[in-house]
T-cell receptor, first 113, second 117 residues
Framework: AQSVTQLGSHVSVSEGALVLLRCNYS??????LFWYVQYPNQGLQLLLK??????LVKGINGFEAEFKKSETSFHLTKPSAHMSDAAEYFC???????????FGTGTRLQVFP | GAGVSQSPSNKVTEKGKDVELRCDPI?????LYWYRQSLGQGLEFLIY????????KSGLPSDRFSAERTGGSVSTLTIQRTQQEDSAVYLC???????????????FGPGTRLTVL
């Protein structure tokens, strides 16, 4: 069963524009939610995570995400894109009472000058 | 402090050979994970260690794959009789612990790129 869906395998924005990367999860029990970024030929770096508490989560590099239970979503946003944001972004979940990350298929972000 | 390290960074092997991939987790992290990243399958979980034991091996794709962890630290992922479909980037991650309501962050290494000819 698909637990994480990322809409759009590629997203292109201009430098300075809003970045919106979409992630929806399928789980009857809200999972723990994560966004990771992968720069070319590098490992995964955690951007932010939601486990409990405030539903608007702020992460590194100006990114933030909001957990919306009613929409089963955890979209990633950044108000103003920078050239250095070009990378692949993965949404992931840890289902309740499990240990492993389940990843979405990833979204490649391109930033144009 | 040092992050998760993996070796080798690249490995090219011939079909049918055995390979060993190594992971050094962050010091003090009791949980260790192996994932695989391939074009066809994306990022997929392989196995998880808590200390030296592996309570979840559900992601290992076949009995050609095995892993061990010694001293609660270094882990080795072994692939026997490699096949071309084993070509992928193998990622290791570690975290402080997985239990409890506060899910610990998994920190990833740079990966080992395996190419099976």
């Amino acid at each position: 069963a698909q637990s994480v869906t990322q809409l759009g395998s590629h997203v292109s924005v201009s430098e300075g524009a809003l970045v919106l990367l979409r992630c929806n999860y399928s789980s009857s029990v809200p999972p723990y939610l994560f966004w990771y970024v992968q720069y070319p030929n590098q490992g995964l770096q955690l951007l932010l995570k939601y486990t409990t508490g405030a539903t608007l989560v702020k992460g590194i590099n100006g990114f933030e995400a909001e957990f919306k239970k009613s929409e089963t979503s955890f979209h990633l946003t950044k108000p103003s894109a920078h050239m250095s944001d070009a990378a692949e972004y993965f949404c992931a979940v840890i289902l309740y009472n499990t240990d492993k990350l389940i990843f979405g298929t990833g979204t490649r972000l391109q930033v144009f000058p | 402090g040092a992050g998760v390290s993996q070796s080798p960074s690249n490995k090219v092997t011939e079909k049918g050979k055995d390979v060993e991939l190594r992971c050094d987790p962050i010091s003090g992290h009791t949980a260790l994970y192996w994932y695989r990243q391939s074009l066809g399958q994306g990022l997929e979980f392989l196995i998880y260690f808590q200390g030296n034991s592996a309570p979840d091996k559900s992601g290992l794709p076949s009995d050609r794959f095995s892993a061990e962890r010694t001293g609660g630290s270094v882990s080795t992922l072994t692939i026997q009789r490699t096949q071309q479909e084993d070509s992928a980037v193998y990622l290791c991650a570690s975290s402080l612990d997985v239990r409890g309501p506060l899910v610990d962050t998994q920190y990833f290494g740079p990966g080992t790129r395996l190419t099976v000819l």
